[in-house]
């Protein structure tokens, strides 16, 4: 997959690299067991430090979402939070609530906010999709 | 990870006649990290690295390498240290191979695949005679002459001035890919730079040397968070009450402010006043670099 770094978002730059390893597995852009690019090359070829590529690595290991096989490299992990439904829940509340509030202060109504919610899966659906279809042409 | 610090610096002077180039200046270096060290052009940042390397003496404070002092362990530190600086020079009747077996011979060790694979990417002829060779290219054999041994301390003094931006490019990537890649607690690197852009994505953490004396030092993701710039623009005139803003500048409806880690305040004062747009960014380090001069009036 190929990223891309912006030093003037003011998201630190291993947080960036993170951020769009999710992105890319909720919308099929990297599906379960393939592999990220090794932390050398990529480091390189972004021209950032090593360890904040091993770092964002590190996070995304923790997070459940990638996973690591000794001499072969880091591969997008099947879903499978090891965490509970509960915990899972509380965990996207969070985010959920940074919504709301950001509805709130840009006046936007309860209805279309959830108009837009369910826009934005079913373009993540599509996404999805679009890369099955490219996986496997019927 | 090793705890000591790699450099550290306390209260240096050194003088030239009458001139302190560096006075009063301390800096720590820990261990495996990336450290930016930036200032204008007469700031004292190669007096300070002459001390580290004991090719000056200083006149007052200490200076400690691995721990230990640069000018009675000269040898010892400079073992487990390499060095690039702005303007390199070899043996002109030396070829490339020549060179390389010279600097070897002085270094316990020296990684000859790291060698062969950068004379390779760099398509440096091994048989050629060091006196025809361009400054990019003289730049590149020096930068294979210091990674080769594996130094746990790479010292790099504005090492990609006058380089075309490829070679400035390959001279990160390498610093990044060759070097980088052993044991990350063993591989410190302190660059001194004005080409701070270039090295945006390499630095952890800085500091910014004025007149002989620090300015600042951060942690890079720290300080793109510090400093960051809002623009506006509103429907009419606006009266706006900015203060601790770093600068303001307006045009007309529209306004940049510089905020220097009261970023909300000045934002909840904007938003205050209504306006048709709003944005905000981080300032890169090389942006944060200029600010400082303002930063140096409003403390001065």
């Known amino acids: 997959m190929l990223f891309q770094i912006n030093f003037k978002s003011g998201t630190p730059v291993y ?13 099929g852009g990297l599906r379960a067991g393939e592999p990220l690019p090794s932390i050398r090359p990529l480091a390189e070829e972004l021209r950032v430090n ?35 439904k509960t915990a899972r829940n509380d965990l996207l509340t969070q985010e959920i609530d940074r919504a709301v509030v950001a509805a709130h202060h840009l006046q936007i109504s309860d209805a279309d906010l959830l108009a837009l919610v369910k826009k934005r899966l079913e373009a993540f659906d599509r996404k999805n999709q679009a890369a099955t279809d490219s996986k496997d042409p019927a | 990870m090793n705890t000591a610090p790699v450099i550290e610096i306390q209260n240096l002077v050194r003088r030239y006649g009458r001139h302190d180039a560096v006075n009063g200046l301390s800096l720590t270096v820990p261990a495996g990290r990336c450290y930016g060290f930036f200032g204008r052009n007469g700031a004292g940042k190669t007096t300070t690295i002459k001390c580290l390397l004991n090719l000056l003496r ?4 200490s200076v400690r390498v691995f721990g230990l002092d640069p000018r009675q362990h000269e040898v010892a530190v400079k073992a487990r240290l390499a060095y690039v600086p702005d303007m390199v020079a070899f043996y002109p009747w030396m070829t490339v191979q020549d060179t390389l077996e010279y600097l070897a011979s002085f270094r316990e060790r020296w990684n ?59 001279f990160i990537e390498t610093v990044i890919g060759a070097y980088q890649s052993g044991d990350p607690g063993r591989r410190t690197v302190f660059v001194s730079t004005h080409l701070i852009a270039e090295f945006e994505g390499l630095i952890d953490q800085f500091t910014i040397i004025e007149q002989g004396r620090e300015l600042l030092t951060m942690e890079a993701d720290a300080a793109r968070n510090r400093f960051r710039k809002i623009r506006a623009r509103f429907p009419g005139e606006s009266q706006l009450n900015l203060p601790g803003a770093l600068s303001v500048k307006r045009a007309g409806r529209e306004v940049e402010i510089l905020a220097n880690g009261n970023c909300e305040a000045l934002l909840a004062e904007v938003k205050a006043h209504q306006p048709e747009e709003l944005h905000t960014e981080s300032l890169t380090l090389e942006e944060i670099f200029v600010a400082s001069n303002v930063l140096k009036s409003a403390t001065a």
């Open chain 1, 15 to 27: 947080l960036q690299l993170v951020e769009q390893v999710r992105h890319a597995a909720a919308s």
């Open chain 1, 50 to 84: 090593r360890n904040t590529v091993a770092k964002a690595y590190a996070e995304l290991e923790n997070q459940g979402v990638i996973e690591t096989l000794p001499g072969k490299g880091c591969f997008l992990k099947e879903l499978g939070s090891p965490l509970t």
């Open chain 2, 58 to 61: 200083p006149d007052a404070g």
């Open chain 2, 112 to 170: 000859r695949d790291i060698e062969s694979d950068l004379l390779q990417r760099f398509q440096l002829d091994p048989t050629k005679k060091t006196a025809s060779l361009s400054k990019g290219q003289r730049t590149q054999l020096a930068l294979i002459g210091a990674i080769c041994p594996e130094p746990e301390l790479l010292v790099l003094d504005e090492p990609t001035s006058g380089l075309d931006p490829i070679v400035r490019r390959e």
